[in-house]
């Protein structure tokens, strides 16, 4: 299974082998389609525009502001003029490994657009009883460009004896049905030598790399995000009541490439009457497409002229996927000899529905000097499902159901101080794991916290805004699995250097 090494902790692996175990006659959805890209596409990131994602994102109560869209749509109803915005962002990722005691450093640079949309506010005849706003547009919901490195000495096992594991959990396969079994992994590399016939058992077989010490290492990198397209209406009565809606058309586009490798570096390994193993690579490439709607609902209530208290609920959001898939292994060994074997062009369509969220929000407001707001956000992981029209996904979707949790909770927290034309801003914002308690551990929960600041300055027909923040987060990656033995996993430390510049005209 080519795609399916992200795993938070080494018992989790377990669970997952064993489900999929009575399913791998069916390589071609196993590829790619798994629990982890699940929850890769259910988990967005704060703040669209830079005074938003200064704030921590904390802005359910608050309104007037074009990530609202994408939040509570209720703060649509707090405009009182039409606005224009587009945001620029600019992302450095900072990511640290270790594997087997080895540290490995990696950067990564990338430019993305957060927003750009309008508001009109809607000439009204009472505006002091009733208003209306109107506003389309495009939020940027996630980021997945990134790069990562690890490495190693490994003396217990190789990724190939996860490929002899998954032809002996369907019962062996004969050498003419091998590569039509398992033409990503298992079948490269019996065409390229790694794993050769067990003659002592029918249909089973052994790897090139039985014992000794060989060198892992991988190259991780990904590219794409995820956004949204949006139509949104808002209604303001008497200042005290704000709702309104957004029909949510979200797209994905997610790409990665592995390139893994393992090295007899110290010329340990050998094997009588065989071809002396040097070296293997095996390289992987995925590209996700997708294409959702969802339906978001908001109010904000103003019981009293410094509070505001604010809510919202998010559908789930329905994505039509598609996969693009392909693989390649490379074998060399003692004397030049050398072998490479490529996989077919493989692609699948699927359907998958990520969590409903709740929002509830609260803001204080200090007149004309400043606010404090707060958000807090709940999200039922374990309701997100994969599904297609030739395969119903059961495995995936009870580890989903059994390691996600039910109910995460986010919270995210905000302050603005004003002085004459320009707002001074800072936030925080914590996501909590998205795993149940069971599937995880302190160092590699994937919990992510944010420290946020920034600064505006505002005219009467336009403003500029610029935020900045930093986020932690960590998370392990297994290459490959096994059910009865340890795989060493790489603890991974990622950083985010995040600037976001907002450029607004109001008419």
């Known amino acids: ?297 908001g109010v904000i209530v103003k019981p009293i002229d410094w509070l505001r208290l604010g809510a919202a609920v998010h559908t789930p959001t329905y994505y039509f996927m598609h996969d693009n898939y392909h693989s390649y292994m490379y074998s060399a060994y003692e004397g030049g000899v050398s072998y490479e074997a490529y996989s077919p062009e493989g692609s699948y369509s699927y359907n998958l529905t990520t969590p409903f969220r709740a929002i509830g929000s609260l803001a204080f407001i200090f007149g004309k000097f400043g606010l404090v707001s707060f958000d807090y956000e709940i999200t039922d992981y374990s309701g997100s499902k994969l599904d297609a029209s030739d395969y119903n996904f059961s495995n995936e979707n009870k580890i989903i159901d059994i390691a996600y949790s039910n109910f995460s909770s986010n919270l995210r927290g905000g302050l603005e101080y004003k002085y004459q034309r320009f707002s001074f801003r800072a936030g925080v914002a914590y996501y909590t794991t998205p795993f149940e308690s069971a599937y995880t551990s302190d160092e590699t929960n994937q919990e992510s916290i944010s420290y946020t600041a920034g600064i505006g300055f505002r005219e009467k027909r336009f403003f500029i805004d610029l935020g900045y923040g930093y986020t932690t987060r960590s998370e392990s990656f297994t290459p490959y699995t096994l059910v009865n033995e340890n795989v060493p996993a790489s603890i991974m430390d990622r950083t985010d250097n995040r600037f976001v510049t907002t450029f607004g005209f109001r008419f």
């Open 1 to 297: 299974m080519i795609f399916s090494g992200l795993i938070n902790l080494n018992h989790m692996k377990y669970i997952i082998k064993g489900m999929l175990a009575a399913c791998l006659f069916y390589p071609m959805l196993l590829n790619a389609q798994n629990e982890i890209d699940a929850l890769r596409y259910s988990q967005n990131m704060f703040g669209s525009t830079a005074r938003s994602f200064s704030m921590g994102g904390a802005f359910g109560a608050l309104g007037a502001d074009f990530s609202s869209l994408s939040g509570n749509p209720g703060g649509l109803g707090v405009y009182r003029k039409s606005e224009f915005t587009l945001s620029m962002g600019f992302n450095n990722r900072n990511t640290e490994t270790e594997y087997i005691l080895n540290k490995d450093y990696n950067n990564r640079f990338s430019f993305d657009l957060p927003n750009l949309g309008m508001v009109f506010s809607l000439p009204s005849k009472n505006a002091d009883q009733f208003r209306m706003s109107i506003a389309l547009g495009y939020n940027r919901t996630a980021n997945f460009n990134s790069e990562s490195t690890f490495g190693g000495k490994n003396r217990q096992n190789s990724l190939l004896d996860s490929f002899i594991e998954d032809i002996q959990q369907i019962g062996g396969i004969s050498e003419d049905d091998i590569y039509f079994a398992f033409p990503y992994d298992a079948g490269l590399a019996y065409d390229t030598y790694l794993l050769n016939p067990d003659t002592l058992n029918f249909n089973q077989y052994i790897s090139v790399i039985p014992d000794g010490e060989e060198f892992q290492s991988q190259i991780t990198k990904t590219w794409g995000g995820m956004g949204e397209y949006a139509f949104g209406m808002g209604f303001n009565i008497r200042d005290k009541v704000q709702f309104g809606f957004t029909f949510g058309f979200p797209t994905i586009r997610y790409e990665e490439d592995r390139v893994y490798e393992e090295r007899d570096i110290d010329d340990e390994i050998s094997v009588a009457d065989s071809l002396n193993f040097r070296a293997f690579r095996y390289d992987t490439h995925l590209r996700t497409t997708g294409n959702g709607f969802n339906f978001k609902f």
